[in-house]
Each structure stands twice: as structure tokens, then as C-alpha cells.
């Protein structure tokens, strides 16, 4: 596949799966944003795609996306990148192997963020996708490296392909952007599920060696 056929597939890719974050209820207005990472077989370096700013949902298409570099310089497109393009660019450049980030301010999530405190991991579904709790992510402020850096310092080493940075909202990394999505989907279930357990009561925990076990039958397992 050409490099320009390549940039037209995820282009088209990242437009339909911002739709997945209205039909999700992830999103409202113009906010959140879906990339993927380019890369192309001879070599060139990583792109990412990226949604434009301040572009409303319904008149999204493949052409709106814009093509960054990994220091978030627009290579391609029309309009401005979203704002939070520097925080993309910062989790690609640090996390080879992230082909999409999805961020969010779904609202369950955003409660979590508020109160600065991880989702914990008291639901089976939790340990299958996070393999343990979902992560609060520092407070940053919106425009240069400082979420990215967030982002990656929470994220390496961790399990979870979500975290929720303090008094902001939810990203969420993957292979690929619908993977990325895909957490972005399940970490806003998991936070509803667990602010309703705590009207309840007291969520009672699930043992690391069943986390272990059950994340592990899930993402080696289940569904192959």
C-alpha cells in the first residue's frame, strides 16, 4: 500500500471512530478527540491523524483529519489540530509501541477525576480490561507536554490502557484507535458501575492473585 493510500485508510478510520464516542454517550459538543499512528513500510517516519479543533461531530469526514508529525506540526489538512494534539504527540513519541489515544470528559469518569481518586478494582469486568484499578493521572494544564507526560509517567508499566488525569477527564492508549476506544467505552462503564456500588455500600475488592488471573485468561484467552 502506498503512503498515501495508507494516510487515506487511517484518516477515514479516525473519522468513523470519533462516532463511536457520540454513540457512547463519551462526549459532548466538540470535545474529546481519536489518533492513530502511522507508520509506513519504507520507513518514513510516524504520522499520527488526529481530529481538527473545534469541529463539530456531525460534520466530520476523513478529509477534516489532520496528518501531525510526532512533535504535533501539522504535515496535512486544513484546519487546526485539536488541542490537546501536544499530548498525542508526547505518548507517541515515548510509547512505541501506542498506535491510538483517545481522550475523553465522559461524565462518571470526570467525577472520579474530580475527587482525584482511582477507580478501583472491585468488578471482574475492571480486572479483565485494566488488569487492576484505573489510574489517577497528575493534574496538567491543557496546551504543552505537561499532560503527555502524565499520560506516559502513569501509564508505563501499568496495566490499565486508562487513566483518569486529576480534574480533567479520561485518555486511553491502544495498538491501534479502536482499541483505544474500546477502553475509553469500558473505563466510563466501570466508573458508573462503581460510583452506583458506593451509594450502595462498600465495594468489596477481588484479590491481586484473581486480578492476576483473570486479566491474564482475558487477554490470552477469551475471545482467541
Request: net charge negative; hydrophobic share 40%; with cysteine.
Amino acid at each position: 500500500m502506498s503512503n498515501e493510500s495508507k494516510i487515506a485508510k487511517v484518516r477515514q478510520v479516525v473519522s468513523d471512530l470519533h462516532q463511536e464516542l457520540v454513540k457512547n454517550q463519551l462526549v459532548v459538543w466538540t470535545g474529546g478527540n481519536v489518533s492513530e499512528r502511522i507508520k509506513f513500510d519504507d520507513g518514513s517516519a510516524d504520522l499520527f491523524v488526529i481530529k481538527p479543533s473545534g469541529v463539530s461531530y456531525d460534520e466530520l469526514t476523513a478529509d477534516e483529519m489532520v496528518i501531525c508529525d510526532l512533535d504535533g506540526n501539522v504535515v496535512a489538512g486544513n484546519r487546526s489540530p485539536s488541542s490537546d494534539t501536544a499530548a498525542h504527540a508526547y505518548v507517541y513519541r515515548n510509547m512505541p509501541e501506542v498506535g491510538g489515544v483517545v481522550h475523553t470528559h465522559s461524565n462518571y469518569a470526570c467525577a472520579w477525576a474530580a475527587i482525584g481518586e482511582p477507580i478501583p478494582c472491585v468488578l471482574t469486568a475492571i480486572a479483565d480490561e485494566f488488569g487492576g484499578e484505573i489510574p489517577i493521572g497528575p493534574f496538567a494544564i491543557i496546551g504543552d507536554d505537561s499532560i503527555g507526560k502524565g499520560i506516559v509517567s502513569t501509564l508505563q508499566g501499568h496495566r490499565s490502557p486508562a487513566v483518569i488525569m486529576q480534574n480533567h477527564g479520561v485518555f486511553t492508549i491502544g495498538p491501534n484507535a479502536k482499541a483505544a476506544v474500546k477502553a475509553a467505552v469500558m473505563c466510563e462503564d466501570a466508573a458508573k458501575s462503581v460510583f452506583i456500588a458506593r451509594q450502595l455500600g462498600t465495594p468489596v475488592a477481588i484479590s491481586q492473585a484473581d486480578i492476576d488471573s483473570l486479566h491474564s485468561r482475558y487477554q490470552n484467552v477469551y475471545g482467541k
